[in-house]
């Protein structure tokens, strides 16, 4: 309930932060000054979008602590669990994409990190950090791909993935306790 509530909070603050945020490289940095200084509650929003998304992240792990030290992960719920496994997961990627956007020095330097570790991925390193990329460094074009990413790709694959998720928990007779 707690991680689905703050979607929802993510979900409101982040469009009202897309009316004030042009994802461009010359742009983004000046848009979040403007956001904190100019607009009427600016950085309230941000700073509860910020830390929502923080909070989500924590909330959803120790939901899936709790599912697992429960074993509610066990038959018949064993298919909702690889669900939730893959909602951690975009939870994660919500969270690495966004990140990049502010455009500031420790957002660059941290996307630049977590994207060279796709190199040493087998098979499709170098294809990998390119097509995370858009390019061979950070730059517009990771820019760009990035707040696509995050505002419309991952939000509606997980909106679809929680559908699918509360579903399974109504069928599968509620949410279970210790066995």
Same mark, same amino acid.
């Given at each position: 309930?707690?991680? &689905?509530?703050? &979607?929802?909070?993510?979900? *409101?603050?982040?469009?009202?932060?897309?009316?004030?945020?042009? @994802?461009?490289?010359?742009? +983004?940095? $000046? $848009?979040?000054? +403007?956001?904190?200084?100019? %607009?009427?509650?600016?950085?309230? %929003?941000?700073n509860m979008h910020r830390w929502g998304a923080h909070l989500m992240v924590l909330s959803v792990f120790l939901h899936m602590a709790r %599912? &697992?030290?429960?074993? +509610?992960?066990?038959? @018949?719920?064993?298919?909702?669990? *690889?669900?939730? *496994?893959?909602?951690?997961?975009?939870t994660l990627a919500l969270s690495f994409t966004g990140y990049l956007l502010p455009w500031d020095q420790i957002a660059y330097w941290a996307i630049t990190v977590g994207t060279q570790m796709a190199t040493y991925a087998p098979l499709l390193s170098s294809e990998s950090s390119f097509f995370i990329l858009g390019g061979v460094q950070v730059g517009q074009g990771t820019l760009l791909r990035f707040y696509v990413a995050h505002v419309i790709v991952f939000p509606l694959i997980a909106a679809i993935f929680m559908i699918v998720h509360f579903w399974r928990i109504r069928k599968d007779g509620g949410i279970s306790g210790p066995v």
């Open positions: 309930g707690l991680s &689905f509530f703050l &979607f929802i909070l993510l979900t *409101v603050t982040g469009i009202f932060l897309m009316f004030f945020y042009r @994802p461009t490289a010359t742009q +983004a940095w $000046d $848009d979040i000054q +403007a956001l904190h200084t100019s %607009v009427a509650f600016g950085l309230l %929003v941000r %599912v &697992f030290y429960h074993g +509610a992960y066990k038959p @018949p719920r064993e298919f909702n669990w *690889v669900i939730g *496994v893959l909602l951690l997961f975009f």
